[in-house]
């Protein structure tokens, strides 16, 4: 029973996610699709991050910087021509064990790049070590110092996508191919792969959130929580709390490394906007909006004010506006928007002004 009650929720997600397909196809606003596959993959991040402050209770305003790794090393690796180094030792072996893949560009000169599923992964990998090694040492602190390391390590990433000709500079990496899954099954921007790729993005979020509810509801989940809820308590009861918050912070970091190999492949590059200081500020306040541990939360908020910036709703006033819900969703829900329940709120607002007019009846 409690199987079928965690599932239902998936399933009712899975026949939505068909329907929105089918009703823009019947309605001729198959355009909106592209938005809302990336916001299927910016949502992979707010999932993620969401158990690390809601279960693991550390925050991170440093996961643009995670997204960009993903999406910088995948998008290099997968561009950057290796041919004048075809004759090393090291890239003969990667040659022969299939992990490169020839080509030609577009004067007909010849390529040699990283094939994508080599890239993804050791982009993938490369993610989860940074952040399994500043996690040790970051993760010792806590409230606003946790908050300013990870925001350093998210200014360091920018920065150093910012000025690194390897990663293009300032003008990012352009040209970035497809991520070929299967025979016939392409992460692109291609127009006529649209649906395809609108499905695929959802097939990953729906992994990722069943993965999540699993998590959550094992052994690991309960000590996630008991952390939470009090830390020298859990640590007093035996719970490994260093090591619990260092592997949900490394899943998190792997979960957002592997949106950004995504988004760089069906974008076809990437650039230093990905990893700046307000995409990380973005997530936290989606996180906050949904509801620091309430997953499904995180995830209908993530795909709504994704889907409605990337539309260009907000206009210039895109950052102000993520800005202010996360001042608002601190201020008036901490809980998050889906657990505000306005008849209780009514029911403590009179309270409170019944009670200063009886103390101000008893002073006079």
Request: glycine share 12%.
């Amino acid at each position: 029973m409690d199987l079928l009650k965690r599932y239902i929720p998936v399933l009712f997600l899975l026949g939505l996610v068909i329907g929105i397909q089918l009703m823009t196809h019947f309605t001729g606003t198959g355009y909106y699709l592209t938005q809302l596959t990336m916001s299927a993959y910016y949502s992979v991040v707010v999932i993620g991050l969401c158990v690390l402050m809601g279960y693991g209770g550390q925050i991170s305003l440093g996961h643009a910087g995670f997204f960009a790794i993903g999406g910088y090393l995948a998008g290099a690796l997968t561009t950057h021509n290796l041919m004048p180094f075809k004759d090393y030792g090291l890239i003969t072996f990667l040659d022969r064990t299939g992990m490169l893949v020839a080509s030609k560009d577009l004067y007909g000169g010849d390529l040699l790049t990283v094939e994508p599923w080599a890239a993804c992964i050791t982009a993938v990998l490369a993610a989860g070590i940074i952040a399994f090694t500043i996690g040790g040492p970051v993760l010792k602190l806590k409230g606003h110092y946790l908050a300013m390391a990870t925001l350093g390590f998210g200014i360091i990433i920018y920065r150093i996508g910012l000025a690194t000709q390897y990663f293009g500079e300032a003008d990012g990496i352009s040209e970035v191919p497809g991520f070929k899954l299967l025979p016939g099954i392409e992460v692109s921007g291609s127009f006529g792969a649209r649906v395809l790729n609108y499905y695929i993005a959802w097939a990953v979020v729906i992994v990722a959130v069943i993965l999540l509810l699993n998590l959550i509801h094992s052994r690991v989940g309960r000590a996630l929580r008991s952390i939470h809820g009090a830390e020298e308590a859990a640590n007093a009861m035996g719970v490994n709390t260093s090591r619990y918050k260092l592997y949900i912070f490394v899943l998190s970091a792997v979960f957002a490394a592997l949106a950004g190999v995504l988004v760089t492949h069906y974008n076809g590059g990437i650039g230093p906007s990905e990893a700046g200081v307000m995409k990380s500020v973005r997530y936290v306040a989606i996180v906050a909006v949904g509801g620091m541990a309430n997953i499904w939360g995180a995830l209908i908020m993530g795909i709504v004010l994704n889907f409605l910036s990337l539309r260009g709703v907000f206009g210039s006033y895109d950052d102000a506006v993520f800005g202010i819900i996360l001042i608002v969703i601190m201020l008036f829900a901490p809980q998050g928007i889906l657990k505000i329940n306005p008849w209780q709120q009514v029911k403590s607002f009179f309270s409170v002004l019944a009670a200063e007019r009886g103390e101000d009846t008893a002073d006079s």
